[in-house]
């Protein structure tokens, strides 16, 4: 990847959300932190991810929930690409 590309890329800076972003992402935390991720090839079904996702967009960034569905089907395409696990 060109570095000059990575000059425009979008950085997500915690330090400016505001407070109500942040007690949205407490709240997720505290809702989601012992829920189990599925493995990345089963991604597009992992229904923890996709509630991880949706809230974030949705409570944290104020996007639209149909950004959470977009980024369900770049998770399936994702998922059908090879990859390599470590079993310690």
């Given amino acids: ?19 109500e972003a942040l007690r949205a992402a ?4 505290n809702d989601l932190a012992n829920a189990e991720l599925m493995g990345f090839a089963d991604t597009p079904k992992d229904i923890v991810r996709q509630e991880l996702n949706h809230r974030l967009i949705t409570e944290i960034l104020g996007g639209s929930p149909e950004i959470a569905v977009g980024l369900k089907t770049i998770a399936e395409q994702l998922s059908a690409e090879p990859v390599v696990y470590v079993r310690a």
């Fill in 26 to 29: 407490r709240n997720i935390w």
């Fill in 1 to 19: 990847m060109p570095s000059d590309v990575l000059v425009d890329l979008p950085i997500l800076d915690v330090r400016q959300l505001s407070s």
